[in-house]
């Protein structure tokens, strides 16, 4: 849950770090994640909700290297289908649905702020970068490339 790993929840439901941030220039980025988990914490997601709204948002047809994006949105779709049935089944009132897809933009920004400061911090210190843990280079080397300075 978001009370372990790194972050805590306060008995007033602001998510605070509990580990120094000392990222330069960072703060942007940290602010909106804080804010995203502030936000969707307020909505009191079922661990349910949470992994199928994780799931649909992993699943996202618009990513510019797929090669199949209209199987990839038929699998998303199933998936909203499945998230507001799992939202009914509680007697939710509250249309929650529309509140979670409210948050993608927020997400979208908040990748594009990482992967910025990803840029920025592989052209600072290459030599790091080029040493980040293998899954970390997998996720993000669609989007930045681990060269070698020095090969060019």
Request: contains cysteine.
């Amino acid at each position: 849950g978001w009370g372990s790993g790194g972050a805590r929840q306060s008995s007033d439901s602001v998510v605070s770090p509990s580990f120094p941030l000392s990222c330069s220039g960072c703060d942007d980025l940290i602010g909106a994640i804080f804010e995203l988990g502030r936000t969707l914490c307020r909505l009191q997601l079922s661990d349910e909700e949470l992994a199928l709204f994780t799931a649909a948002v992993l699943l996202s047809p618009d990513r510019p290297w797929l090669t199949e994006s209209k199987k990839v949105q038929k699998l998303q779709d199933k998936i909203y289908v499945a998230l507001q049935h799992e939202i009914q089944k509680k007697h939710s009132t509250e249309d929650k649905l529309s509140k979670m897809v409210s948050k993608l933009p927020l997400m979208k920004t908040i990748c594009n702020l990482h992967l910025d400061k990803l840029e920025f911090f592989r052209l600072l210190h290459p030599e790091t970068a080029m040493n980040f843990p293998p899954l970390y280079k997998e996720v993000f080397n669609s989007e930045l490339q681990y060269s070698d300075p020095r090969e060019s």
